[in-house]
């Protein structure tokens, strides 16, 4: 019989974690095709039909939650030996950019120490009771981001951010690989940057190929959560630090469905 005692670090993270009801990994092929967007929105969402929820940045390679909730000159607090995250809004934080002291400097420490690092944090936090912690993973399927998920365990499920090109189709692919490895339900697939919609006439231009993310989502058999337009209020409103849903009425109405078909799949999972 093989008998593993668990490190203090593990029981501390077991601990903080188990009150949080539903965890949530939001993870991409690569960067930049959307899945803070995707992360702040989808948390601001649901804090506004009345959940608690907070947000943890474990993107250690580009942590930029804070940016985009308009909480990035914030320093973390702690109460007793516990860190308090940052509220923004009714959205709790928490991330290693609050960790930097020169934020304008890149992480520069190497992958295991950071991992450290988060774990650390992960265990350190007083989340209070949350019904949604939404994880923003590193991108790709690296030992990082497969770190991250083995350390959080249990997550209910992950959602997967695309862009509509068929080279993202290779991405998805491994998207849904990395979360059938680490034994993780898929609640969907976003496509993000979907067509950009001219405000003068109207029209729809597909800047990428159309649908990529829906056909791929039929292909592989995995549910189709939604399509996110170009908007420039997106990136206009991730520039200003605060979440477009609350800025355009057409991004609350797309993440308004995001959300309702993430919910019925969660529970379709429990
Ligand atoms: N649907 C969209 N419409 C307009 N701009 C977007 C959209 N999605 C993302 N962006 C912008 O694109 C950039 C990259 O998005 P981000 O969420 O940071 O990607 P990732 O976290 O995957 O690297 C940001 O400046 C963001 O504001
Ligand atoms: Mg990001």
Sequence with gaps: MELKLKSEEDQKIEET????????????GKGGTGKTTVT???????????????????DITGPNVPLMLGVENEQLMSE?????????????????????????????????????????????????????????????SSDEPLSIVQTIKDLNGMVVVTTPQAVSLLDVRKSINFAN?????????????SGFKCEHCGNITYIFAKDGGKN??????IPFLGAVPLIPK?????????????????????????????????????
């Design 17 to 28: 974690l188990s009150k949080i009801k539903y965890k949530i990994a939001v993870l991409s």
């Design 40 to 58: 702040v929105n989808i948390a601001q969402t649901l804090a506004d039909k009345g959940y608690k929820v907070g947000i943890l940045d474990a």
């Design 80 to 140: 007793g030996n516990k860190i308090l995250p940052i509220e923004a809004g009714n959205v709790k934080v928490v991330s290693m950019e609050f960790l930097l002291e020169d934020k304008s400097k890149a992480i520069i420490w190497r992958g295991p120490l950071k991992i450290k690092g988060l774990k650390q944090l992960i265990g350190d936090v007083a989340w209070g009771e949350l019904d949604f912690l939404i994880v923003d993973l590193p991108p790709g």
């Design 181 to 193: 490895v680490t034994n993780t339900p898929i609640l969907g697939i976003v496509e993000n940057m």
């Design 216 to 221: 791929v989502a039929k292909m592989l058999n």
């Design 234 to 270: 997106i990136c206009e409103a991730g520039d200003i630090g605060k979440p477009a849903v609350k800025l355009d009425d057409l991004t609350k109405s797309v993440f308004d469905e995001i959300v309702t078909k993430m919910l019925e799949n969660i529970n379709k999972e429990k």
